[in-house]
């Protein structure tokens, strides 16, 4: 288990398969997401919440023909307090601007902090989010 003593106390675990956070609650705490094919990017501060990315980040608009997509719409999932099974989704637009692969999951690692930061604040997150610069905007539908 990795840990970091740069980063806020809050976050204790990152990256892990099996969360500490769902163990102390009794549950199953092997993490299962949409693709297995992606690096695991979760975060946990082993007690009151988890958070990771659920998903391979996914060009968007999916129905866009011609062209590179300009955005890629990344999914987290999130559980703050509750059981498993009330396991909430966030999504977020990052900008393409031709980043390669190993660049866009960096970006998703520091989204996932950023997310997570929110998620302390607020307790809960917004539906859908743009990352503008180094910043998470709430987009309404
Ligand atoms: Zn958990």
Redesign the pocket.
Known sequence: MLHCADEPRQVAYRNFNL?P??EQRGED?LLLRMSECIPMISR?DGKNF?LLLADRPVPFPAERREGPSREFSVCFWY?LGEQ?KETKSSLVLVPAESKGHGDLYREIESIADLLVKKLLERKKLAVLYNLQGNSLRELGY
């Open positions: 969360c956070h769902c705490p946990s988890h559980c498993k």
